[in-house]
């Protein structure tokens, strides 16, 4: 596991493993019917794609590595046959996830809270405390096969890869389908400023949409940024810490051509507090360059208290102004103001939602857009 040798081999293996499942994509890699159809499940489990992750990690550690027990991926269990299956999980199956772009979270399964701090080997009958419960049953139950060699590692891996890829394709499919759909109504009646608010609005009612208000206002910047002469900074990943990226918030604006940061936005999906504000007079007063602007952006309505002290710190942080902004008004006042670009607004947003990974923004979320958008031009 140490050593930049052993690094490029894993990779390797890895990049011949899908090519030998990309050929063979029809062939099932495990014979027994009700094994496959477990593996099926955890591939597909939408709700909860730790399992997937924990199987792959635990499945590639036992081929390269056949002295472990692959119910075993915790240090802290301390026998010679256990492994560190966030090791495994964070070095190679991340980067195996995002070069081939499978329908996976990008983030390590053992920090979700079912599987971190475990000092136990996680045999078939331990019972983890997480929903939906079937998939843990069926998850253990293939390591416990692996385990006593009833089943080998690389078959359940490739079969779990080839149900992924399965997975994956259906779920473009469903995606250019609705994008044909989208081109038949081309022809009609461009949407009004008013019809797309309301189709944002539809959007941001969904469940688990907080990383849309962020693609709302990069869609505008990047719609009008010729004209404004800034650009945005490349948008950090939906799940990472500010003091991991550094950040300063979910989006930064620079002046085109220079890196300093002028303006800031912050997304809130509830309404914004004094602590919040506090939290942004530190970031701003340690940023080492003046802000010209720090603005929450929030789906929640504001009370005047804490619009007022966000008025109020525009003297003290030397000319920083913080402001809280309606998402949805911030939106129809950019719409009225540049009604011409209104449809390239749209392109963008619909550019911008459709690139996000599913750990940002769900194929859910992708279909139910592009199915409202549908609707509203076909009228």
Excluded at 80 to 91: H, V
Excluded at 107 to 136: H, M, Q, W
Excluded at 185 to 192: G, M, N, R
Excluded at 198 to 225: D, E, F, G, W
């Amino acid at each position: 596991m140490t050593g930049d040798n052993s690094t490029n081999k894993t990779l390797k293996q890895l990049d011949k493993l899908y090519l030998r499942v990309m050929k063979n994509i029809n062939y099932k890699f495990v014979k027994e019917t009700e094994i496959v159809e477990d593996i099926r499940y955890i591939s597909r489990c939408e709700g909860n794609r730790s399992g997937s992750r924990l199987l792959l990690s635990c499945l590639l550690a036992k081929m390269i590595n056949p002295d472990i027990d692959p119910r075993k991926p915790y240090t802290e269990i301390g026998s010679k046959d256990a492994f560190s299956g966030r090791t495994y999980d964070e070095k190679y199956i991340t980067h195996f996830i995002n070069k081939y772009e499978l329908p996976l979270n990008t983030t390590t399964a053992f920090l979700t809270p079912t599987l971190r701090n475990i000092n136990e080997p996680l045999n078939k009958d331990k019972s983890l405390v997480g929903r939906p419960k079937e998939l843990y049953t069926k998850t253990l139950n293939l390591l416990h096969l692996v385990a006593l060699n009833l089943q080998k590692a690389e078959n359940v891996f490739l079969e779990m890869l080839r149900q992924l890829l399965i997975f994956k394709e259906e779920k473009q499919n469903r995606l250019d389908q609705l994008m044909d759909s989208l081109s038949t109504t081309k022809d009609a009646l461009l949407l009004s400023s008013e019809s797309i608010v309301i189709l944002l609005q539809q959007h941001l009612s969904c469940k688990k949409a907080s990383r849309l208000p962020v693609l709302m206002v990069a869609a505008a910047y990047n719609t009008i940024k010729e004209c404004l002469g800034e650009r945005i900074k490349p948008l950090q990943h939906h799940n990472a810490a500010d003091k991991q990226t550094k950040s300063l918030g979910d989006i930064e604006v620079c002046i085109e051509n220079e890196e300093n940061i002028v303006t800031v936005y912050e997304m809130k999906m509830k309404q914004v507090s004094i602590d919040d504000i506090d939290c942004a007079k530190t970031k701003i007063i340690n940023a080492g360059f003046h802000l010209d602007n720090y603005l929450f952006v929030t789906t929640e309505n504001t009370p005047k208290e804490v619009l007022d002290y966000a008025a109020n710190c525009y003297g003290l942080l030397g000319g920083t102004e913080i402001g809280i902004l309606d998402c949805l008004s911030f939106m129809k006042s950019f719409l009225s103001l540049f009604h011409r670009s209104r449809i390239v607004f749209l392109d963008n947003y619909q550019d911008l939602l459709l690139k996000e990974p599913e750990s940002a923004v769900s194929q859910a979320l992708k279909e139910v857009f592009l199915t409202l958008r549908i609707e509203a031009e076909s009228e």
